[in-house]
C-alpha cells in the first residue's frame, strides 16, 4: 500500500483516505496567511522551520475520505479530477482499494472549490459516481449557481473566472442526483452536516460518529496547521473571513472538547489527528 490511501478504523465504520494527486501552492505565506502580521508571521513560520521569504511552495493533497457504514458506501468530496495533470487519481486509487464508483451510493460535497469537486464527473461530463446521491448545501449549490460575486477575495481575475467556471462545469451535470441539505442535517446514519461557512457560503464541515467515536472532517476551515495556532489568520480564498475565523474557532473548540478524531483536507497526507489546545490556539497532533 502506498502513500495514496490510509485505512482507519471509526468505531464500527470502514475508513479510508483516498488521495487524488496533490498540487503546488505558489507563495504559500501571502494566500494562507493574508492578514498576518510580518514579525509574527516569521516567527510562526520560523517554529515549522519555514522562512517567510524562502517559502515559495506548498504542495497540498487532496484527499477524498470514504466511509464504509455498513449500510452505506459514502465518498467526502472528489479532488480536483482532469483539471490538472497532477490530480485525477481518486477512481483509480479506489479501484486499487477494492471499491469501484459504482459502489458509492452518497457523494458529500464539502464545498464547490475546484479541489473539492473536480472529480465529480468523468471525461465525457457524466457523473463520475452513477449510483449515488450528490450531497450539498443549499446556500452553496445558490451561490454558485447563481451570478457568484468573488470581489472580496484578493486573488486575481483569472482565479476568480477559474473558480466560477469550474463551479458551473462540476455541478450542473449532477442535478439529476442531486439533494441539497441545510446545514445540521444526519445525511446517512452516523454522518450529520455540520455548518461551517465562512471560506464560502455553504461551506459544511462533516461529522461521522460510530460507537462513541467521533471524526470531525473540517475540510477548509483551516488550510495549514499554522491557522490551528494562530487561529485568527485567514486566506485569500476565504470568502468571509471573519466568518471563517469564528467556524475555524468553534470547529477546533468542539475536536478538543470531544476529542474527536479530525481530517483536514489540505494537511500533509493523510490529514487525520487530534487538536489540543494550546493558549489562545490550538495544536495540531497527526496520526502520524
Ligand atoms: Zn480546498
Redesign the pocket.
Known amino acids: 500500500m502506498g502513500k495514496e490511501s490510509f485505512p482507519f478504523r471509526l468505531g464500527a465504520f470502514s475508513c479510508m483516505v483516498v488521495n487524488d494527486g496533490s498540487s503546488p501552492y505558489p507563495d504559500p505565506a501571502q494566500i494562507f496567511f493574508a492578514n498576518a502580521p510580518k514579525e509574527l508571521l516569521g516567527k510562526a513560520l520560523r517554529d515549522h522551520n519555514l522562512d517567510l521569504t524562502e517559502w515559495k511552495e506548498y504542495v497540498?493533497p487532496?484527499p477524498s475520505l470514504l466511509i464504509n457504514t455498513g449500510r452505506h458506501m459514502v465518498l467526502v468530496d472528489t479532488g480536483e479530477g482532469d483539471l490538472e495533470p497532477t490530480t485525477g487519481k481518486l477512481i483509480p486509487n479506489l479501484r486499487a482499494e477494492g471499491t469501484a464508483p459504482g459502489e458509492i451510493d452518497t457523494v458529500i460535497l464539502t464545498?464547490a472549490?475546484p479541489?473539492?469537486i473536480g472529480g465529480n464527473i468523468d471525461r465525457e461530463g457524466k457523473p463520475a459516481f452513477p449510483n449515488a446521491r450528490y450531497v450539498m448545501c443549499k446556500d452553496e449549490w445558490d451561490f454558485w449557481i447563481s451570478k457568484p460575486d468573488l470581489a472580496a477575495l484578493d486573488i486575481g481575475e483569472g482565479d476568480k473566472e477559474f473558480i466560477i467556471k469550474c463551479a458551473r462545469d462540476h455541478l450542473l451535470p449532477i442535478q439529476e442526483q442531486l439533494d441539497l441539505v441545510d446545514h445540521e442535517t444526519e445525511i446517512v446514519p452516523g454522518i450529520r452536516a455540520v455548518e461551517a461557512r465562512g471560506?464560502t457560503p455553504g461551506h459544511m464541515a462533516i461529522a461521522i460518529t460510530s460507537d462513541r467515536e467521533q471524526l470531525l472532517c473540517i475540510?477548509?476551515a483551516a488550510?495549514h496547521q499554522i491557522h490551528l495556532e494562530q487561529p485568527d489568520w485567514y486566506t485569500s480564498?476565504d470568502l468571509a473571513p471573519e466568518q471563517t475565523v469564528a467556524t475555524r474557532r468553534r470547529l477546533l473548540d468542539r475536536a478538543a472538547t470531544e476529542k474527536a478524531l479530525v481530517h483536514a483536507?489540505?494537511f500533509p497526507f493523510p490529514g487525520l489527528g487530534h487538536v489540543t489546545r494550546k493558549g489562545d490556539g490550538w495544536q495540531w497532533q497527526p496520526v502520524r
Request: proline residues 0%.
Open positions: 497540498s487532496y464545498h472549490h479541489d473539492h471560506h475540510s477548509d488550510i480564498y483536507f489540505h
